[in-house]
């Protein structure tokens, strides 16, 4: 693994919170209704609910703190 990004990784200067999880299995879990992804046409874009839901992609960011 490259040397300068391990040093970045533990300093104390400028420390990293690196987050490894299943996103869009997080936001399955929350029962979206059609409606929450803004319609049929975007039905399963996760991607869009920043749009059309936010609190939902907020939600998955918090669980992970």
């Given at each position: ?33 059609v409606e ?30």
């Open positions: 693994m490259n040397s300068t990004f391990l040093a970045r990784l533990h300093s104390p200067e400028r420390p990293v919170l690196v987050f490894d999880g299943a996103m869009g299995t997080n936001l399955q879990v929350q029962d979206l209704t929450d992804f803004g319609g049929l046409e975007y039905e399963g874009c996760n991607e869009y609910l920043v749009f059309t839901k936010p609190e939902a992609v907020e939600k998955v960011h918090r669980d992970f703190l």
